[in-house]
């Protein structure tokens, strides 16, 4: 069994599948719901894509064999009240169980965890807030999820697809997509599942009447990989209309009790108007709103999307992985997909053998905490004695907190200080003719394109040039750079992966700021500034590389040696 | 006067056999049909008939004078990724066009291929 | 005389309790604005001048002024700490430049 224990926020069938895996891998799990029931919205669906078997089941597998295990918690009316790190490698989550009895006082529950999966789903956008189509105003306006629920035996209609208002027949009903969707008024993204799920409604309608017709109103049908021979299906089977052209408004006459649509179709070039019984808005999904959790990294639109394509469920917080709508909108089976994805970081992370991860001297430290605030995944923490702490399983060896060190307290084995030192040591003993550069490496990008230059040239062009490879150019640390300007040394230069292309995102960046400062400091020196420089270089740049080269020990030749020699 | 079709009162249909109606329903707009139709010298293209008749309105396909400068080539039918007999729909509608007022009949091609 | 923070090199250490200018001022003299969150001497009579902000400074945003026995108004003084050297760059009245640098570590 390994050990540890994972928190699962979000009983939906992201969460349930991740927990369920982790529990049958034998890792101690407590699972947290907000509301009183498993399944989340899945359980609320009539069918899902693509056998078209009621969800209920398959999520019943997932409670029934989650309940099986002793080391499998759940706690349902639970909510998440804040999240504390002071050990490294550990959260310290407290919850909060309302009770169903109102005298009783909610529950208060502390929860040590390894590591937690951010499973809880998104909301479903406002359909009220796009006004033109009278949702909530206007009798037989309902969303996708209503309609879902329209052929549920508990649903407001007992199972009969009839009109939810009238209790009528239905004979037209007009879907319209992309409502508040690719939108700037309301959400500019495509939340993807929304085109499937009408197709699929389109087909419950015509299974179990026999007079309907549909309509489609839509701006691109998005049905990518196998989703696409489901949309011949439905076309060739049930026969809806489609109409390319959003309606520009929804009216209801109250005369005839219908619901009048007024369109352009763009594909004719024609102006289209029709009466129907129902309509049904495709709605998008918003990012839940989870308070608790900090510094995580979100996407542009605020959903948990880490770090694609690399590692898509981690969140740049060591021990922290999201699944579920909460990475980005997405229909039950890719909810299934990045809830095993998660389950797999989260096993790797429990039972792997620690990488090289960084000494910090806690005799010089000062406690300035600049390396925890720099960590680009979270690993490097303030512990209770205040001096910086590291989890082995945590880190990713990347060196930015040792390149941040204003005090060099920090040495990743192998690639720390006294490497650099030897580096420079051996460099000043040689002389070379030319400008002596230091240039410093990153392992990702541009160590691999170094290699390849220097096979490719054969040494030629390369005089002078003292290689020296870090994990990531952010390892840099600026004592390093000022020590080989001391020393003598002509010029140093940094080559890393471009700023938005760094593989540990706040690389080169830092680098970047670290050098400017640099840079101000040398020019009050009456020291060139220029003689130090910062480059960009894909693993594929070679050229590029030997032209950088080439262009900085030309400026040095210019500049003349190093002062300081 | 801007003019609009009802969609939802689709009595027009009626007019035409399964297998026109079958590629009416799956038919994507894709418009590769009426690209590759060498006949064409007047819009509406192939494509733009099939969509006509999903938008249900058949009696204005039987104006058009594709109907009757098409040379049964069956370009149409090759280009289809949906494997769609478009051929059949314009062979069909010039048999329906019989029937109406005001279809261009063959003498009045002159004109458009002078103008 | 008193330290001069540059106030776009200046983070606030990251916005930690304690900058670092601020723990190594043997006088106490240096502390963080409350509304920008950067670097200020709180009392510029009271610097003696030691520079030991200046060579703890992360980002090299301080400078001090020369007391003007020691050199008049632009003449300068700036160090640069690498991990086993330190180098004193003297800048003169007359802007002439003389560098100094020792090795300060064995570690």
């Not at chain 1, 029931?37 to 056998?51: E, I, K, N, S």
């Not at chain 1, 037209?172 to 495509?190: D, E, M, T």
């Not at chain 1, 002596?436 to 490719?456: E, M, R």
Request: a neutral charge; aromatic letters at 6%; proline letters at 6%.
């Amino acid at each position: 069994m390994a050990k540890g224990k994972i928190l699962v926020v979000g009983g939906g069938i992201a969460g349930l599948t991740a927990a369920e895996k982790l529990a049958r891998a034998g890792v101690a799990v407590a699972l947290a719901e907000k509301s009183p029931y498993l399944g989340g919205r899945v359980a609320r669906l009539h069918r899902y894509y693509p056998r078209m078997c009621p969800p209920r089941c398959g999520l019943e597998v997932l409670i029934k064999s989650l309940s099986r295990f002793s080391h499998a918690e759940i706690h349902l009316i639970t909510e998440v009240t804040g999240v504390q790190r002071s050990i490294p490698g550990l959260y310290t989550v407290t919850l909060q169980k309302k009770s169903t009895d109102l005298n009783q006082q909610a529950e208060e529950l502390v929860i040590d965890a390894q590591g937690i999966i951010i499973a809880a789903g998104a909301d479903l956008y406002n359909a009220s807030l796009i006004k033109e189509y009278g949702y909530g105003r206007l009798p037989g306006v309902i969303t996708s999820m209503e309609m879902e629920s329209l052929f549920r035996p508990e649903g407001p209609t007992g199972g009969l697809p009839v009109h939810p208002v009238t209790g009528g027949p239905l004979r037209r009903v007009a879907f319209i997509q992309c409502v508040g969707s690719r939108n700037k008024n309301h959400l500019p993204y495509c939340s993807g599942y929304c085109c499937t799920v009408t197709l699929k409604q389109v087909q419950y309608l015509h299974q179990s009447l026999k007079d309907i017709r549909t309509w489609i109103f839509y701006q691109d049908i998005r049905t990518p990989g196998s989703k696409e021979e489901y949309y011949r299906h439905v076309r060739e089977e049930y026969r809806p209309v489609f109409i390319r052209g959003l309606p520009s408004s929804v009216e209801f006459k109250a005369d005839s009790n219908e619901l009048l649509l007024k369109s352009e179709d763009t594909l004719s070039k024609k102006r289209v108007t029709g009466s129907f019984d129902l309509v049904v808005l495709a709605t998008g999904m918003v990012p839940p709103a989870l308070t608790h959790f900090y510094g995580i990294e979100k996407d542009t639109f605020g959903f948990f999307s880490g770090h694609t394509p690399c590692e898509p469920s981690e969140l740049r917080r060591s021990g922290i992985w999201a699944a579920g709508c909460s990475q980005s909108p997405m229909d039950a089976g890719d909810s299934v997909k990045s809830a095993l994805a998660a389950v797999t970081q989260c096993l790797v992370k429990l039972q792997q053998q620690p990488s090289v991860y960084p000494e910090i001297n806690t005799k010089k430290c000062d406690r300035c905490g600049r390396c925890v605030k720099e960590c680009a995944y979270g690993a490097c923490i303030m512990g209770s004695d205040g001096y910086p702490a590291v989890d082995p399983g945590d880190c990713r060896s990347c060196g930015i907190c040792q390149g941040g060190c204003p005090l060099l307290c920090i040495n990743l084995p192998g690639y720390g200080g006294k490497k650099i030192e030897e580096i420079v040591d051996r460099a000043l003993s040689e002389s070379s003719p030319g400008p002596s550069i230091l240039l410093f490496l990153c392992g990702n990008d541009t160590y691999p394109a170094w290699i390849k230059l220097v096979t490719q040239v054969n040494g030629r062009g390369l005089e002078g040039i003292i290689p020296c490879s870090v994990p990531c150019i952010g390892a840099v640390n600026a004592a390093w750079i000022n020590e080989a300007l001391i020393s003598g040394l002509d010029g140093v230069m940094l080559a890393g992966c471009h700023p938005d292309q760094c593989h540990h995102a706040v690389g080169t960046s830092l680098a970047a700021t670290r050098l400017e400062n640099l840079k101000e400091t040398l020019s009050r020196m009456r020291l060139e500034p220029e003689r130090v420089c910062l480059t960009g270089i894909t693993i594929d740049e070679s050229a590029k590389l030997l032209e950088e080269i080439e262009k900085f020990r030309t400026l040095l030749e210019k500049l003349g040696p190093n002062p300081f020699k | 006067m801007v003019q609009v079709i009802n969609i939802t009162d689709s009595k027009e249909l009626r007019v035409l056999d399964p297998v026109t109606l079958n590629t009416a329903a799956i038919c994507e707009q894709c418009g590769k049909c009426g690209a590759a139709c060498p006949a064409l010298i007047k819009q509406p293209n192939p494509t733009a008939l099939i969509r006509l008749i999903q938008l249900g309105s058949v009696t204005e396909t039987l104006h058009s004078p594709l109907l009757w400068t098409c040379i049964g080539c069956e370009q149409c039918t090759a280009a289809c990724p949906q494997k769609l007999d478009v051929a059949h729909i314009v062979r069909l509608l010039r048999r329906l066009s019989a029937g109406e007022k005001d279809v261009c009949f063959p003498g009045i091609m002159v004109d458009f291929l002078l103008a | 005389m008193p330290p001069k923070v540059d106030q776009q090199k200046c983070d606030g250490c990251k916005g930690e309790k304690e900058a670092l200018c601020e723990a190594i001022c043997p006088g106490d003299l240096m502390y963080l604005k409350e509304d920008s969150l950067k670097a200020d001497c709180r009392s510029p009579r009271d610097c003696w001048d030691c520079m030991s902000c200046v060579k703890a400074c992360p980002q090299g945003a301080i400078e001090t002024r020369l007391p003007y026995q020691l050199g008049y108004y632009p003449a300068k003084l700036i160090p640069l700490l690498g991990s086993k050297r330190v180098s004193w760059t003297c800048i003169g009245q007359d802007e002439k430049v003389e560098r100094f640098s020792y090795k300060n570590r064995n570690d």
